[in-house]
């Protein structure tokens, strides 16, 4: 007991060195201001940030991504409550009742109710996390090479069948993945792949330029071609102080809607692939199902921003559950973060909590207080944070672009990388523009190499039966061909359901 | 011939030509790309089947080639930037195609000389100050740069 004290305790410590301090503060800007500008995206500032981590140690490597990473959305939510845009997708759902309460001059109120529903939602997420973890490290332990490889599969299954409308190309983009994490040096016979005598890819492809091509050259095509998108500075986003706080009281007054949306919140996050803007639009629609003043929402309630900006910020302590227990993340983000693991030499999985307990709970206490500090600052400084949307897209643009080839050069030293970040960049361009899942090419070019691993590992060891090797690897095969004929199945059941009730 | 059969018809090509590639290696080198190669083969076509037999759904390539010339070829003109400032970097290396490059791109984008010489010059010398000289970056330094000194 007084050790695991001593551990939680180390680990607190341990983020207020003055240089984990400085990186913190750092990805909490720049969380804060991807979030803010409509656009860009939280995906975006994870891959322009990864170059910049090489040279740090693990720790503080992932404070400063986490950092970032788990204030974007509170960074959206500004822009949502005052300008009615949403600075990232899952903010979307807060528009409906934020911006019409800005329209009325409540808009300090929702905003004081979002951030401190954003800042508890970030709690609550942690304490998901610290909760779930040793519940779920046993059950982790018990998972070898055989279940490993099917977990993969799986979480890839969940991920591109749960993006919507296009499940042919989902699939297909996680394939593609795969594909990609082919090329170069293979472990297991000492040879390589698909390298065309480049000695470049000897070592295969790498996630940063990979990553920088597929999500941030498209987004900067866009705002260069289309400006900004924001150009109309008329609307009136005057925020009075009181006002804030009377927003923070609400949160309290509520606190039952926003322990329920936080809980629904963390759920959708531990789900792979059901994401953020699902998760919040669920908050809403529960929300607004249990409120007492439903037929007001949609003209600026309170409880509508409440619900969907407690669930936001919640679902990144959720999502980080299978991502830190399993090594299996849900979304692109996480899959980001996994691969940031593997660029600072951490092995992810379930014996990373055994190996690296410090380290996950500096990534717990990380999500409380970048949570803390973010909301902070914007609680303080939101009129001043909302100018920034409006900064038009070709200054953005300029400097991104130029960060972009920097970021994919400094990574590694190598003038090639930022040749592949264009490569990887037309493709990205093409892939967004027909539909493809660009978070699940990441999440398969990610998971491939350790399919590969765990798949020669299981049949060593277990032979060419290793799917059936144990009742945990049957189980999985089961979830495995019920999620991949889930559609199939549900709509067999409404069908039976509509026969026999007609 | 639609704009999305295209990109698919580009995308099969080069999973075609990794099959063949592959052929010839060793066993445990090609199990795993002869699983998903032809897995992803055979899902990309009956994409594009699906997407022939749709005659209404997508753009074809005619009509996109006409979006893009109403768009004052703006999308063109982004993708010249881009590949611009990478022949740039690659003569002139960070330290001068960044600043020179966002000078000329705000300029080319309506804003003025002195604003875009100001907005450079701070970005820029916040960004290298910190880079270079506190953390001890390497920047790449360009052609002319390696043909002069080195």
């Known amino acids: ?502 | 011939m639609k704009v999305s059969t295209v990109f698919d018809g580009l995308i099969l090509l080069v999973l075609i030509s990794l099959l063949i590639i592959s052929k010839d290696y060793p066993f445990q080198l090609k199990l795993l790309p002869w699983i998903f190669i032809p897995l992803a083969i055979i899902l990309l076509s009956i994409q594009m089947v699906t997407d022939l037999r749709n005659k209404t759904a997508g753009t074809h390539l005619i009509e996109w080639v006409k979006a893009a010339k109403d768009s004052e070829g703006k999308y063109l003109k982004t993708v010249l930037w881009i590949l611009g400032l990478f022949v740039f970097l690659f003569i002139a290396g960070f330290m001068v195609a960044a600043p020179v490059f966002t000078v000329l791109f705000l300029r080319a984008n309506g804003e003025s000389w002195r604003y875009s010489v100001c907005l450079s010059a701070i970005g820029w010398g916040i960004f290298f100050a910190t880079f270079i000289y506190a953390l001890n970056v390497r920047l790449y330094e360009g052609k002319i740069y390696l043909y002069l000194f080195s």
């Open chain 1, 1 to 502: 007991m007084l050790d695991q004290l001593h551990l939680v305790s180390g680990s607190l410590f341990g983020l207020f060195t003055f240089y984990n301090l400085v990186l913190m503060l750092i990805g909490i800007a720049i969380g804060l201001v991807f979030g803010i500008i409509p656009g860009l995206s939280g995906l975006v500032a994870l891959t322009l940030m990864l170059p910049l981590i090489y040279d740090m140690d693990p720790n503080s490597a992932l404070i400063f991504l986490l950092s970032s990473h788990a204030v974007v959305t509170t960074g959206g939510s500004i822009s949502a409550i005052l300008l009615g845009i949403p600075g990232t997708e899952p903010n979307a759902a807060t528009i409906i009742d934020g911006f019409p309460m800005t329209q009325q001059g409540k808009g300090g109120r929702a905003l004081g109710a979002g951030l401190m529903a954003s800042m508890l939602g970030g709690f609550f997420g942690a304490l998901v996390l610290v909760f779930f973890i040793p519940i779920l490290l046993p059950i982790a332990l018990a998972f070898k090479s055989p279940e490993l490889f099917l977990l993969i599969i799986l979480g890839l299954l969940c991920i591109v069948i749960l993006s919507k409308g296009h499940l042919l190309k989902g699939i297909l983009s996680g394939v593609l993945g795969l594909i990609i994490s082919f090329v170069g040096y293979q472990g297991l016979t000492a040879m390589h792949r698909f390298t065309f005598g480049s000695l470049y890819l000897y070592d295969g492809i790498k996630l940063v330029p990979l990553g920088l091509g597929l999500f941030a050259i498209p987004v900067i095509i866009d705002l260069t071609a289309k400006g900004t998108i924001i150009t109309d500075k008329s609307e009136k986003n005057t925020v009075r102080q009181s006002e804030v706080w009377e927003g923070v009281k609400d949160v309290f007054r509520h606190f039952w809607l926003f322990l329920r949306c936080s809980a629904i919140g963390a759920w959708m996050g531990i789900l792979p692939g059901v994401g953020g803007t699902v998760a919040t639009f669920i908050a809403y629609g529960h929300a607004r199902a249990t409120s007492k003043n439903r037929d007001n929402f949609g003209n600026g309630e309170v409880e509508g921003v409440i619900g969907p900006e407690a669930a936001n910020n919640s679902k990144e302590g959720g999502a980080l559950l299978p991502t830190l227990v399993l090594g299996l993340p849900g979304s692109g983000a996480m899959a980001l973060l996994l691969g940031a693991f593997m660029l600072v030499g951490l092995d992810p999985g379930p014996l990373f909590l055994v190996t690296h307990m410090d380290i996950a709970l500096s990534m717990i206490w990380t999500l409380v207080i970048a949570n803390i500090i973010a909301a902070g600052i914007a609680l303080l400084y939101c009129r001043q944070l909302a100018k920034i949307a409006y900064l038009p897209g070709h200054i953005v643009a300029s400097f991104l672009l130029t960060l972009v080839f920097f970021g994919a050069y400094c990574s590694r030293a190598m003038f090639l990388d930022i040749v592949m970040v264009l490569v990887f960049g037309a493709i990205g361009y093409g892939m967004r523009a027909f539909n493809y899942n660009r978070p699940a090419v990441l999440l398969g070019f990610i998971l491939g190499r350790l399919a590969e691993k765990y798949f020669f590992i299981a049949l060593k060891a277990h032979g060419s039966l290793f799917l059936f090797s144990s009742p945990i690897a049957v189980a999985l095969d089961v979830l495995i061909v019920l999620v991949l004929f889930s559609d199939k199945l549900l709509d067999w059941i409404k069908k039976k359901r509509r026969r026999y009730e007609g």
